[in-house]
């Protein structure tokens, strides 16, 4: 062990960021300039080191970079890190100022060219809105530049200080880069990486379960809405948009129109949901979508899903769910049900069998062939 050449990972903190230490005989010059060489590398003259920004992948990437010269890595002190204190003023969206005038102007025409570019209205309004909280995080900190400093900044105050999901923190840095991108704005030395969503496995409801649930939903809208979620496989957005011309009894599908990704697709219209669908639609009488609201107005997805919520309590469920459950659901009965995988995911409107393939996580059918070694004892 003496003979080869040992490489040393250790946490460095520096202004409330983050970065990974690399320590090392700095006598040898070879191990040095290949240290150099890794993209990112700096000289830090307040430590006295090496280092390089860090991130979820970096000690990975570093480890295997060094571990190719057949040298030792020591890692050990990102096996029991000692946690940066955080602050006690959390920064929260109250505490920014406004935008001015000439930036309120700037995030409306952003949101036209978003637009015009054919992003969908949820997509268009995300953008808009976290843009506008890095403006107001700009004008705190007194900035009017925007560099790769002024966003790591941001991203390490506002989201990770903050908490923020990394669904949300995504969505910051793609609205950001597409301002800068509406702005005409290069920035060099941006090193910003995405994290890696978490994978977590969706709620199941068993099929007792949801039989359950429609069977304890007297008003016939609600459970005309909740079924129709469930043997369609639809996202809740795609329900509440459906118009009547779009379902065809005839050829038992579903029309699906403009749905996520700005996709249309067929789907499932179920025999036994035809004659509950057929009474709803001849009792509300509904002009222009399925599902309407008072005065012809659309159904809103809060009260569709205070639908859910009453019928979850009413059926005694306490597993925790939501509408998209049903769709969640939808597919891991199909599957168990034999149904191929590229046809669910057809139904379901995937663009790849890599998301569709959740399911088979959840999927029980597998999991009861296994026979338990306890079982056995």
């Known amino acids: 062990m003496q003979n080869i050449p040992q490489v040393i990972l250790k946490p460095l903190w520096h202004n409330n960021t983050k970065f990974v230490a690399i320590e090392f005989d700095y006598s040898n010059d070879t191990i040095s300039n290949y240290v150099k060489a890794y993209p990112q590398v700096k000289w830090s003259n307040t430590y006295n080191t090496f280092c390089t920004y860090y991130n979820r992948t970096k000690i990975h990437e570093l480890f295997n970079y060094f571990r190719r010269q057949k040298w030792y890595v020591n890692y050990q002190a990102f096996k029991t890190p000692i946690e940066h204190p955080k602050p006690k003023n959390i920064l ?14 700037a995030l409306e025409n952003f949101g036209k060219w978003l637009e015009q570019k ?13 843009t506008n909280l890095f403006l107001r995080y700009m004008n705190l900190k007194h900035l009017t530049i925007i560099s790769a400093r002024s966003i790591e900044q941001f991203n390490y105050d506002f989201i990770y200080y903050a908490n923020k999901s990394v669904s949300y923190q995504n969505q910051c840095i793609s609205g950001i880069k ?16 995405r994290p890696n969503k978490d994978k977590k496995l969706p709620t199941i409801l068993s099929k007792p379960d949801v ?13 005309t809405l909740l079924i129709l ?23 038992g599908v579903i029309h699906i129109k403009n749905a996520k990704g700005r996709k249309d697709r067929y789907t499932l219209l179920s025999v036994s949901l035809i004659p509950i669908l057929k009474t709803y639609l001849n009792h509300y009488n509904p002009k222009i ?10 159904y ?6 205070q639908v859910f919520k009453k019928a979850l309590r009413n059926a005694g469920i306490k597993k925790y769910a939501t ?16 149904t191929d995988i590229r046809y669910i995911q057809e139904l379901l409107g995937h663009n790849t069998p890599k998301t569709t393939m959740i399911y088979t996580h959840v999927s029980s059918t597998n999991l009861m062939d296994i026979k338990n070694p306890f079982d056995s004892l």
């Open 323 to 338: 509408l998209h459950t049903l769709r969640h659901s939808f597919a891991t009965h199909l599957l168990e049900a034999g």
């Open 118 to 130: 054919r992003f969908s209205p949820n997509t268009v309004t995300t953008y808009v809105e976290v």
């Open 92 to 105: 929260t969206t109250n505490k920014l100022p406004p935008i001015n005038n000439e930036q309120k102007q």
């Open 178 to 193: 597409h301002y800068m991108g509406f702005k005409g704005i290069v920035v060099e030395n941006l090193d910003i990486k």
């Open 300 to 305: 809103t997805q809060v009260s569709a899903r």
């Open 211 to 223: 039989k359950l649930l429609f069977e304890t939903t007297r008003n016939l809208k609600h459970k």
């Open 229 to 251: 979620v469930y043997s369609a496989g639809l996202r809740i957005g795609e329900a509440l948009s459906l118009k009547p011309s779009d379902i065809d009894f005839k050829r």
């Open 289 to 298: 979508y399925v599902f309407e609201g008072r005065f012809g107005a659309p």
